[in-house]
């Protein structure tokens, strides 16, 4: 924990120094210094813009979010009982990328729309996609139990019906600019973080992950099984429901505010796993922090190899993820539980 918490520490401080215009390390570094303890001088003025106001933002959003996404893949992982399960199991990215659809092609999302709430716009919209298909829960959990199995097939009927009527949205709308915005959108992208944007995001992780460490016990038995949890006195169907609505909330919110960033939730759980074991205790902090760390860094790949432009980071995420995914597979080191 120690050596993580340190290495992403550095991380942010060598990532704000990267992008189309380089800024030396020291200079960011006393940038950040002088910000932080007001000891030193700012600097460059120039540096200071772009590390502080500019990059800083985006990094720590980008910490935030690969936190969240991590932690919410492995808490599915561990309810649901499948090493497949990551964030958007349950429909909960088709249902945001519905309802950013809806506002951009509609303009609902505009400034000073009816429909923009106070000027929300897309976000808001996505998050209430995000909720919306979060009922789910409730067609999975329909009848006397609550299984894995049901949740999962429910999600995939809920992904389905969001992802035609996206589609239908696209097809129709007269606005190549909105479908453009729609597509981006759906790649994800954190180009859009600033300071107004991280207090919400940043509350909603940590109030999650402080959640799910003290249920620690509780994730190891839904791990183990139904039958095992149920002997160690511990019912699975109201635990299930309580996490994976918390799970929906934070996913929600986080696509929201950066759009769609696959393969975190996924490959992240599995890595932690496969290095220090099933046991909750210790594999939700390293999940959190590697998560951070892994999004940071994409983020950094996403900003530079492509030369005056910027990549979606989801694009970046898949490209990572699915051969280090497939090899796992292959190799068959994914550790999940006992299996």
Aim: aromatic content about 6%; glycine content about 12%; some cysteine.
């Amino acid at each position: 924990m120690a050596a993580l918490l340190l290495l992403l520490a550095g991380s942010v401080v060598v990532s704000v120094s990267i992008g189309q215009v380089d800024v030396p390390v020291r200079d960011s570094a006393r940038v950040l210094l002088h910000e932080l303890t007001g000891i030193g001088g700012p600097g460059d003025p120039m540096f200071m813009d772009v590390v502080w106001n500019i990059r800083l933002p985006r990094v720590l959003l980008a910490a935030v979010v690969g936190a969240g996404l991590a932690l919410c893949g492995t808490v599915m992982q561990a309810t649901l009982q499948n090493p497949l399960a990551d964030p958007f199991v349950l429909g909960i990215s088709s249902g945001a990328s519905l309802g950013a659809a809806f506002a951009i092609l509609t303009g609902f999302g505009a400034a000073g729309a009816v429909g923009a709430v106070a000027g929300l716009g897309v976000p808001f919209w996505a998050f209430i996609g995000a909720l919306a298909a979060a009922l789910v829960l409730g067609v999975g959990g329909a009848g006397s139990r609550t299984s894995p199995v049901k949740l999962i097939l429910a999600g995939t009927a809920v992904n389905a019906l969001c992802g035609a009527a996206s589609s239908a949205l696209v097809y129709f709308a007269d606005s190549a600019e909105g479908v453009r915005s729609v597509t981006f959108w759906s790649m994800g992208s954190l180009a859009s973080a600033e300071w107004a944007t991280l207090p919400a995001v940043s509350t909603v992780v940590l109030i999650a992950t402080a959640f799910f460490l003290f249920r620690s016990r509780v994730l190891n038995a839904l791990l183990m099984g139904d039958e095992a949890a149920v002997t160690l006195g511990i019912d699975p169907g109201p635990h299930r429901r309580i996490h994976l609505v918390l799970a929906a909330v934070v996913t929600g919110m986080l696509v929201a505010t950066c759009g769609i960033i696959g393969f975190v939730g996924l490959i992240v759980p599995h890595v932690v796993r496969s290095a220090i074991g099933p046991d909750h205790r210790g594999l939700l902090p390293v999940a959190v922090l590697s998560g951070a760390l892994f999004l940071i860094w994409a983020d950094v790949v996403a900003r530079v190899v492509v030369p005056n432009a910027e990549l979606p980071i989801g694009i970046v995420t898949s490209v990572l993820g699915a051969p280090l995914f497939l090899h796992m597979l292959i190799r068959k080191e994914y550790g999940f539980g006992d299996k």
